[in-house]
């Protein structure tokens, strides 16, 4: 027999953003459903405990580049804690030429880096100085040679966008995958010029939560996701849920879904997706072949992480965020993170926890390998890397995500004015999760408490 709910909101999927949104929710009195396909809410963060390790399956770290992320752990401060990296995170080293180099941090590291080209060096003096670019669509490598030169692009931005999208600078549109940079030229004309007239810019007390540190919380992210599991109810929450089929109707949507007890059917004015956009096409069977092409272009890069904990490190000193390889190195590896060095209780003292980054858009062929492989892979390059020659870790795991990483290519725009079209046709609808508005974990904050505030503000106004 079905069973038949009535709700203000559904929410599909309980990942960062449906948990956040659903949070700022329940502390507003409004009823909602959550319906998440798998067992557990938190999608792909997960912490796991095991041999004195404590590690990330999914996203390792954050950055605090929202207030809404620093506001989310103050109005769980009795939940769960905001850990932030220790100083020495601050130290980002790059792969050259057979030795790691520290990206620099100031005028003088800057002009004696090995990273850069003495070209380049001396031409981004008269980077305050060039025309700004006119083409929306430019990809961030054009704009990067453009405005300060070819080895900045190899040994600075394409390993920090391998950190970051595990993609290809070449094929990420600047002004949707990095906003921000992409402002700093349309308005100031200049990276330089912006940079400065905005650090003398007066800043509202509310924008000095956004502090750009690197965060997790205590005792891994798993507690952030319990504490907002736990404060929204899990009466609020329907996990295991399959085949779920979203139809509009006179008052909004109905969905029905299966659960591994009965048929569930909820009828709803107002419905929130957080799927990946290889969802939709399933989940909203209503929208024609044109509507669903544009979320259908969104690509993916394929990310393997490899794990390594080691009970007693006798490698290189990892006071460092971690290590990144550009690609022009030709390595294996995307990069490794030093998770136990900036993170407490991350690995038994004297040890230290890894984790090595691989695949990612150029080498999408790494996601089919096996474990055997893979390992063989890292054995080749990883040990004179951290200078261990017997590198021989006590615990190694192995995690692949397919579908890890959505990539803003020149698509995004199209797919941006499909969202808007769809959410004005069908009244209720929207569509939300990083298939727009950012892929770190303080975007989805971000975009889950704001879609919150617009909902209450709707349903409360009626």
């Known amino acids: 027999m079905a069973e038949s709910v009535k709700t203000e909101i559904i929410i599909i999927g309980a990942g960062l953003t449906g948990l956040t949104m659903a949070f700022y929710l329940k502390k507003a009195g409004i009823d909602f459903r959550i319906i998440e396909k798998s067992g557990k809410t938190g999608g792909v963060v997960q912490t796991v405990s095991e041999q004195g390790f404590v590690y990330e399956t999914g996203p390792n770290t954050g950055v605090v580049s929202h207030a809404e992320m620093t506001e989310l752990f103050e109005d769980l401060a009795d939940k769960c804690s905001l850990e932030t990296a220790d100083p020495s995170a601050k130290r980002?080293?790059?792969?050259?030429?057979?030795?790691?180099?520290?990206l620099p941090s100031g005028l003088w590291s800057a002009i004696n880096t090995p990273l850069f080209s003495w070209y380049d060096k001396f031409r981004i003096l008269g980077e305050p100085f060039r025309e700004k670019g006119n083409n929306p669509n430019e990809s961030l490598a054009e704009l990067v040679k453009?405005?300060?030169?070819?080895?900045?692009?190899?040994?600075?931005i394409d390993p920090f966008i391998s950190g970051i999208?595990?993609?290809?600078?070449?094929?990420?549109?600047?002004?949707y995958a990095l906003p921000k940079l992409y402002q700093l030229e349309q308005e100031y004309g200049s990276f330089i010029k912006g940079?400065?007239?905005?650090?003398?810019?007066?800043?509202?007390?509310?924008?000095?939560?956004?502090?750009k540190d690197v965060f997790s919380a205590k005792g891994g992210l798993s507690r952030l996701i319990d504490a907002m599991t736990e404060s929204i109810g899990s009466e609020n929450i329907l996990l295991n849920v399959q085949d779920t089929l979203v139809k509009p109707n006179e008052s909004g949507f109905q969905v029905q879904a299966t659960t591994e007890k009965q048929l569930i059917i909820l009828e709803t004015s107002h419905l929130v997706t957080t799927c990946?956009?290889?969802?939709?096409?399933?989940?909203?069977?209503?929208?024609?072949?044109?509507?669903?092409?544009?979320?259908?272009e969104l690509k993916y890069a394929a990310v393997t992480q490899v794990l390594l904990g080691f009970k007693t490190w006798k490698g290189m000193s990892l006071k460092a965020f971690g290590g990144l390889v550009p690609g022009k190195e030709n390595k294996n590896i995307l990069g490794v993170l030093f998770t136990s060095s900036f993170f407490e209780g991350r690995a038994p003292k004297g040890g230290a926890l890894l984790s090595v980054f691989m695949g990612g858009t150029k080498r999408p062929d790494i996601i089919g390998m096996n474990d055997e492989q893979i390992k063989s892979l890292l054995d080749n390059e990883l040990p004179r890397m951290l200078g261990d020659r017997t590198l021989s870790p006590d615990m190694i795991r192995i995690c692949r995500y397919p579908k890890a990483i959505p990539q803003y290519g020149e698509s995004t725009g199209k797919r941006y004015d499909m969202i808007e079209k769809l959410q004005q046709k069908y009244y209720g609808l929207i569509l939300a999760g990083n298939i727009r508005d950012g892929i770190g974990m303080a975007d989805r904050v971000k975009q889950g408490r704001t879609i919150a505030e617009e909902l209450i503000g709707k349903i409360q106004s009626h």
């Open 92 to 102: 980002r080293l790059i792969w050259k030429r057979g030795m790691w180099h520290a």
């Open 146 to 156: 453009r405005r300060l030169g070819k080895s900045y692009l190899d040994y600075a």
């Open 165 to 175: 999208y595990a993609g290809d600078p070449n094929k990420l549109v600047t002004r």
């Open 195 to 211: 940079a400065i007239k905005k650090a003398k810019l007066p800043k509202i007390e509310r924008s000095k939560k956004a502090t």
């Open 276 to 296: 990946g956009s290889y969802a939709l096409s399933g989940l909203l069977p209503f929208l024609n072949e044109e509507e669903i092409v544009p979320f259908n």
